[in-house]
């Protein structure tokens, strides 16, 4: 069972006098800074001088400064934009920069377990990584509540880094939920085998596969829409709040005793065991190699696999189909559906919806 801590497991002047340098101020990096500042830490947000994303967050009362500027005033350099720009970033903008003794800061343990960031050997490392995205972090926070994060310490140069780590996550509002203990290995590989092969993967290809397969087989697409991929929310949403069988509880008897006899004619042996192979491929870090090579070469696979899903069936439809409930763009924020794996972190990019 993973350790978990609470407020209570905190030092209280764990972060006295420091400052901490929020590098992003996308979807986590808003949310850190913001809690950050009402807990009151004295917070920099370190940002591209092109930022979009300067404004708001002046607007919002954040001081502002260049990337390589606020690292250098401070002792807590959180990390929030997409792993395969973190490379670039730390090499051009944090590491020189960076005070000896400083705490570096990540909410995914990607670059630093693949090694595509190499800390300096003179600072500690660690990581907070909260388990929604950053307007739920936010919004928790705001309402008094919190969302679990996960704490990891990759090198303790100080002897305090658990404690910083420890009293960071709690001024994002983690320590009002629980705060578990983890290593960058685990949280990094788990986070992408759950991405690859059930939350984004591995529902995206099975709600497909179901819609395909009925409008081959005759059906109106329509129909297939709702019974393959609209209705995945009911069932996401009990899961989420009940477990498995909770949500089986919360069915027809129909569905359930079809849930129990045929699920695993669809999800079964041959599936685990490319699941195993997914897996495989995260733990020898050909995953990561592949996925750094092609941002590295302008992301063409990536692009043509993007391109491609626009045109789907299931696309058009959903969208046609999607105008008819207006209520739907109010009920996907991520404060009522929570997204289940994307981080959310970089530097540009809102989650909006509608």
């Known amino acids: 069972m993973m350790k978990t801590f609470t407020e209570r497991d905190a030092r209280p002047d764990a972060l006295a006098g420091m400052t901490v340098a929020v590098i992003g101020y996308g979807s986590q990096g808003r949310a850190h800074a913001l809690n950050l500042r009402d807990s009151g830490i004295r917070v920099i947000t370190g940002l591209r001088r092109e930022s979009p994303s300067m404004n708001e967050a002046r607007n919002e009362g954040l001081t502002v400064m260049d990337i390589d500027a606020a690292v250098t005033q401070a002792d807590i350099v959180m990390v929030l934009v997409p792993d395969e720009e973190q490379a670039r970033l730390y090499r051009d903008g944090i590491a020189e920069y960076l005070r000896p003794g400083a705490y570096l800061g990540f909410a995914h343990g990607f670059s630093v377990h693949y090694g ?166 995260i733990q020898s870090g050909a995953f990561a190699e592949e996925w750094i090579k092609e941002h590295e070469a302008g992301k063409p696979r990536f692009n043509t696999f993007m391109n491609a899903w626009k045109i789907h069936p299931i696309e058009s439809v959903g969208k046609r189909l999607r105008a008819l409930m207006p209520w739907l763009c109010a009920a996907a924020k991520p404060t009522a559906v929570p997204p289940v794996s994307p981080k959310w972190n970089d530097d540009e990019m809102k989650f909006r919806v509608c």
């Open 116 to 281: 595509t960031v190499t800390p300096r050997e003179d600072v500690n490392v660690f990581m907070v990584a909260p388990k929604a995205p950053g307007p739920m972090v936010r919004d928790e926070y705001a309402a008094g509540r919190g969302v679990p994060c996960l704490l990891a310490v990759h090198r303790d140069v100080s002897g305090h880094t658990a404690e910083v780590g420890l009293a960071y996550a709690c001024a994002i509002g983690g320590g009002r939920a629980g705060i578990l203990q983890t290593t960058f290995k685990e949280e990094t590989e788990t986070d992408l085998f759950g991405e690859q092969a059930v939350l984004c993967g591995g529902l995206s290809a099975l709600v497909s596969a179901g819609f395909e397969t009925l409008v081959e087989a005759g059906y109106a697409p329509e129909m297939a829409y709702f019974e393959c991929l609209h209705e995945v929310k009911l069932i996401v949403d009990l899961m989420y709040a009940r477990g498995i069988e909770g949500m089986r509880a919360g069915i027809s008897n129909t569905a359930r005793f079809g849930d129990y006899t045929r699920g695993s004619r669809i999800i079964g042996g041959t599936t685990k065991t490319a699941m195993r192979g997914v897996l495989k491929d």
